[in-house]
């Protein structure tokens, strides 16, 4: 059982961690507050599926990909920075500004000033 | 997985047109390219077998056109749909999959390449509707009931959703660093290349050697997801009236124009898809939305300004 970041274990809590892992089956590799930020997002997320008849409203659907452990791994490593990413330090510590105690996100970084991006993220 | 990285190679990457977006598939063995590109074109091809609202043989239309029955349906679909009413549930209904009914009144009824990009006046019925609540998924057994009437839009998790499962996938079969981008949904897997990957947001997806037309970031991602939603792309008239793709279930219509574009990242890539586009449906509450879930995001105000959030890493300033 992970530890809870946000205190002992409660109802909701495990909702959260129930949500979360539905979320991010298959992630791998991922920072520790980004995993806490998709837990803020799955925080809305009942243990139990809507809709679903009884007894499925587990990860049935989930895809099987054989990852899936951020959700698990997230809660004791977590201070740390994340994937052993090559941070430059640059502020990373100091942005976090989330109510849920989550560090920063080591998983984003600010990009590089010269060479090309790999990929472009916009509305399409 | 049996491959390992070239230690010092540059990542290669490929685009092209699919499911309706652009694909980009970067790999950080070049030698792992031509197999990767082979295997995501596969993956993709079954999704949209499987989710196409605009396809009449889709698995999607199927169930559609027997509303009301118990449909088994491939895990595809069932993830697809497991993963919308999930997004349903956490935004308390911001994201619905139902608004495809309303998206085709409003004239955007097959791929958006065939949409008129102007047109009369489109008639709106105010009536009460099937929504969200109302799709029946048995997880358990794959079988999906769509509500008579109702038809169901996953392309606003579904590519987030494939990005994720391909970019995983795709990372253990070819043995390296591997980013998938359906559109604005970018998902990474595997080591990434030094210093991570290099994605620049903007407010419309394109090539990266392609300047941007607005303002930009380039972030360096290491793992998770970023996606960005926004209004500047997949825009109509109709009556002279400017509509676009993001619908504010709650009306029908089309999410008040307060960002143009939303940027976030999170452990996948669907999660991020999820908290961007919600928050444009949510306009001016969107910030706080997501600075109270700690989830980064940087946003584009319709004037052009930009406001990040939560742990959204500040521009870095060239020397």
């Known amino acids: 059982m992970p530890s809870n970041p946000a205190g002992p274990p409660v ?24 995993v806490l930020a998709t837990g803020a997002i799955a925080a809305g997320l009942p243990g139990s599926a809507h809709n679903s008849g009884a007894g499925t409203g587990s990860t049935g659907s989930a895809p099987k990909s054989g ?3 951020s959700g698990t791994g997230s809660g004791s490593g977590s201070q740390s ?12 510590g100091s942005q976090s500004s ?6 920063s996100s080591s998983s984003i970084l600010p990009g590089a000033t010269s060479g090309g991006a790999h990929a472009t993220s916009g509305a399409s | 997985m049996t491959a390992t990285c070239a230690p010092d190679a540059q990542p290669a990457a490929a685009s092209w047109p699919a499911i309706g977006t652009t694909v980009r598939l970067a790999v950080t063995d070049p030698a792992r390219l031509a197999p990767g590109r082979e295997l995501l074109a596969s993956y ?7 989710c196409s609202r605009f396809r009449a043989d889709s698995e999607l239309a199927g169930a559609e056109r027997r509303a009301g029955t118990p449909v088994p349906v491939s895990e ?8 919308a009413l999930d997004a349903a549930e956490a935004t308390d209904g911001d994201l619905d999959p139902t608004v495809a009914t309303r998206l085709a009144a409003l004239g955007y009824d097959r791929d958006f390449e065939l949409v008129a990009r102007d047109g009369p006046p489109v008639r709106l019925t105010v009536r009460i509707q099937p929504s969200w609540r109302d799709i ?10 769509v509500p ?21 996938r795709l990372a253990e079969h070819l043995g390296c660093g591997v980013l998938v981008g359906l559109g604005g949904d970018i998902a990474v897997g595997g080591a990434p290349p030094d210093g991570g990957w290099q994605v620049r947001v903007q407010d419309i997806t394109g090539h990266p050697d392609d300047p941007p037309a607005g303002p930009s970031q380039v972030i360096a991602m290491t793992g998770g997801g970023v996606s960005s939603s926004g209004i500047a792309a997949r825009c109509w008239r109709r009556g002279g009236v400017m509509l676009h793709h993001i619908l504010d279930p709650r009306t029908g219509l089309p999410a008040s124009p307060v960002w143009r574009t939303v940027s976030a990242v999170a452990d996948t890539a669907v999660a991020a898809n999820i908290a961007s586009t919600a928050a444009i449906i949510r306009g001016a509450d969107g910030p706080g939305w997501l600075e109270s879930r700690g989830i980064p995001a940087r946003l584009v105000a319709v004037d052009g300004s930009v406001r990040t959030v939560a742990a959204w890493p500040r521009p870095q300033v060239a020397a």
């Open chain 1, 98 to 103: 989330s109510g849920s105690g989550s560090g």
């Open chain 1, 11 to 34: 109802p909701p809590s495990i909702l959260r961690r129930r949500g979360l892992n539905r979320l991010s089956a298959v992630t791998v590799g991922v920072g520790v507050a980004s």
């Open chain 2, 148 to 168: 008579p009437g109702v038809r169901l839009d996953l392309g606003a998790t579904a590519k987030a959703r494939a990005a994720d499962r391909a970019a995983a």
């Open chain 2, 136 to 145: 029946r998924l048995d997880r358990g057994s794959g079988r999906l009931t």
């Open chain 1, 81 to 92: 920075r994340g994937t052993g990413s090559s941070s430059t330090g640059s502020g990373s």
């Open chain 1, 67 to 69: 990852a899936g452990s």
């Open chain 2, 76 to 83: 595809v679909l069932a993830d697809a749909v497991a993963v």
């Open chain 2, 44 to 50: 993709l091809a079954a999704l949209d077998l499987a």
